[in-house]
């Protein structure tokens, strides 16, 4: 089973009928087109806003069904407060509110009366549709059973009433590939772990090739060749191989230099021999987080077509106990050279990106490198669920990765790097440890991960605390939240893009 949501656009002069949502301003202000749609129910309408208390306020709502001598089967008012104040995440938010009050037992055809104020402009009108987009998705595959009074899989068609239909529907074009984006990170992140094993993973990722990205998918020899030994030893113990996945996509000039995106792609983290507590083990499903987050970023920056160099890269593996996993004590030779002595196994995250930021460093030469992980459970301690934890040794590329977080509702706060936290990883026997103990968890994973990254821009999201189980929003019900897919879109977008 899975529903799926259709969004066209036609001209206001349409006839609303079927389920009919307008919008509200503060103080029930309605714009001339919803007043000509009310006015044959405008007794009916006044009479349920004044008995219901609503007045427009942005976040209510009020629901009429059945309304007489209008050709709608049910009337909802939207409240919108002051349209004039609106923000781009504001009228997001709104297509996330909609869908969420839109009948879940009907699957009648929806239509928005997209006016505010006035008529919405065509950016606003497809910012309206991806809010519901976003809200819409939900993760039902292995759902044999369906809900009471539920018709299987449901089809939904929402049409947005709007000005210029011609404009809205360009708009949305990019707005729905980078929907189809985080969609996509979102079902990888809440795919079983029995399913999404490294291979079938990269396998998922190769289907980007539809759009034009080119892919490659190393495996274990190849890793081997290039002395990946840190990654390597994490998957040892999984009888999964490992694999890295390159996927490139050039849209920028040619010879210009890529933004390089990578990801942390733990299949399923236990732990390995440090092996973590039984309870909520099943959570480290999502331990690819950031690697769906990436592979999600270049589905949307390939099917919007973006006029930009990007190559994605993620690590991927399982790390789990066995006869033959790496131990405690082991000391392992990374790409670079750099000797890492094994604390603990279940710090694992920073060794498998130590080798592949160093391998995209070393081949791609990249402008600017940004890496997203599950990486610390410290950085929940430190942030709690609403920012992901931002690391960089580059102000502007912090400033542009902060930016895009405050207009896509994707927050990051930034936390420190500085060299005195280094001294917490001095090892005994080699270049250094693999944990720094339990004070500044988060910081000292990144400072690990410092290492690995020569004098390359580079920023490291911490996003255990927002890529899954986190809080449920307007434009997000999904356990794997598919956080990222949007910031890194607009930190490309508006950083990178010509
Ligand atoms: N994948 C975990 C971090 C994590 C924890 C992500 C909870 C999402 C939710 C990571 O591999 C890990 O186990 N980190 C350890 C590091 C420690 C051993 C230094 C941690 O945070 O406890
Ligand atoms: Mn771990
Ligand atoms: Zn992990």
Same mark, same amino acid.
């Given at each position: 089973m899975h529903d799926t949501l259709k969004i066209s656009f036609a001209p206001l002069s349409a006839t609303a009928s079927g389920l009919v949502v307008c919008l509200v301003g503060e103080d029930v202000a309605l714009s001339s087109e919803t007043a000509a749609l009310l006015a044959p129910a405008k007794d009916l309408f006044e009479r349920a806003a004044a008995e219901d208390g609503f007045k427009g306020k942005s976040g209510s709502f009020l629901d009429i069904i059945a309304p007489e001598k209008v050709a709608a089967s049910r009337l909802i008012a939207a409240g919108i407060g /002051? #349209?004039?104040?609106?923000k781009e995440l504001d009228v997001i938010k709104l297509g996330g509110a909609i869908c969420a009050r839109l009948p879940e037992a009907s699957t009648e055809a929806t239509v928005i009366?997209?006016?505010?104020?006035?008529p919405l402009d065509a950016g606003q009108a497809a910012d309206l549709a991806l809010g519901l987009r976003l809200r819409f998705y939900s993760f039902d595959r292995y759902k044999t059973k369906k809900k009471d009074g539920e018709a299987g899989a449901k089809k939904r068609v929402i049409t947005l009433l709007v000005a210029d239909e011609k404009a809205a529907r360009k708009a949305y074009k990019a707005r729905e590939a980078i929907a189809d984006g985080v969609d996509l990170a979102r079902d990888l992140v809440n795919e079983p772990p029995n399913v999404l094993y490294p291979t079938e993973f990269a396998k998922r990722a190769g289907d980007l090739s539809r759009l034009g990205v080119d892919i490659e998918v190393l495996n274990e020899k190849d890793m081997k060749k290039l002395g990946m030994g840190a990654l390597l030893a994490v998957g040892q113990g999984s009888v999964r191989d490992s694999h890295v996945v390159v996927m490139r996509w *050039?849209?920028? /000039?040619? %010879?210009e230099a890529p933004v390089c995106l990578v990801g942390k792609g733990v299949c399923f983290d236990s732990g390995g021999i440090s092996l973590k507590p039984g309870e909520g083990m099943q959570d480290m499903k999502g331990d690819m987080g950031g690697a769906a987050a990436v592979v999600g970023a270049m589905h949307a920056l390939a099917a919007r077509k973006a006029r930009v160099n990007v190559v994605g890269l993620i690590g991927l593996v399982e790390n789990m106990p066995d006869g033959n996993a790496y131990r405690p004590g082991d000391i392992l030779t990374s790409m670079s050279g750099q000797t890492i002595e094994m604390i603990n196994t279940d710090a694992e995250g920073r060794l498998v990106l130590a080798d592949v930021l160093w391998y995209a460093k070393d081949r791609f030469k990249p402008k600017v490198m940004v890496n997203l992980a599950t990486l610390t459970g410290a950085i929940m301690v430190a942030l709690g669920q609403e920012n992901a934890g931002l690391f960089s040794n580059d102000d502007a590329v912090a400033k542009g990765l902060t930016d895009a977080g405050l207009v896509t509702g994707e927050k990051v706060w930034r936390m420190p790097l500085s060299t005195?936290? *280094? /001294?917490?990883?001095?090892s005994q026997f080699a270049d250094m440890k693999n944990t720094g103990g339990r004070y500044g968890g988060a910081i000292t994973a990144a400072q690990f991960l410092k290492r690995?990254?020569? *004098?390359? #821009?580079w920023a490291h999201l911490d996003v255990a605390g927002t890529a899954m189980n986190s809080n449920k929003g307007d434009l997000n019900r999904s356990? %794997?939240?598919?956080?990222?897919v949007r910031l890194l879109d607009r930190f490309v977008a508006d950083g990178y893009e010509r």
């Open positions: /002051k #349209p004039s104040d609106w009366l997209a006016t505010a104020a006035g *050039d849209g920028g /000039k040619d %010879g005195e936290y *280094d /001294k917490l990883m001095d690995f990254v020569g *004098d390359t #821009p356990w %794997g939240a598919g956080w990222g």
